[in-house]
């Protein structure tokens, strides 16, 4: 799904003129006048960032955010504040929010913490798309095969994992051939790499 910049804004002029500047920056953007529209068309595939405003008609901005931090949404969220609002806004920051940008706003450094909050939200993504994938991997090994990869990561010697699983040293071998290639490595050092998420 194509990264967007959602903007939940009860002002028309607001969301008119703030829509009309990332589109002019490239970024996508779609808008909602009101935090319960935004909800009805959130699902967790949605990619990108929230333009946030405190205070609407109806549900306001925070409780929007926690109604989505309880659905496990990890888009990033730059609240919009008036000056009032800059305490409920930093409350805002401790639960996870990603910002807070005062109205009126400079308008470079907003797309530029929307940039920002789109990056982080693409390196989540893959970071999370990383730990299905080894996840994947993992799950196609047999309990033997696990138990030898568990020793091949703390460097135990082929001799010694076989006496400990007291099975032969060319069952050790073959057990870690068949590891390495559905894990889709050629060394313990890459297997490791793997496992950390630095690959």
Known sequence: MTPHAYLVDDDDAI??????LL????VPCRSYPSAEDFLAAWEPTLAGCI???IRMDGMSGPELFDVLCER??????IFLTGHGDVPM???ALKQGAFDFVEKPCNDNELVNRVIEALQLDEHQRLAASDAVSVSSLTSRLTTREKQVMELVLAGTLNKVIADELQISMRTVEVHRANLFEKMGVRTAVELAQ?????R
């Open 194 to 198: 793997l496992l950390a998420g630095k």
């Open 51 to 53: 333009l946030l405003d």
């Open 72 to 77: 496990g949404s990890t888009l990033p969220v």
């Open 23 to 26: 589109e002019s920056r490239g």
């Open 15 to 20: 969301r008119d003129s703030l829509g009309w």
């Open 89 to 91: 806004a930093v409350s």
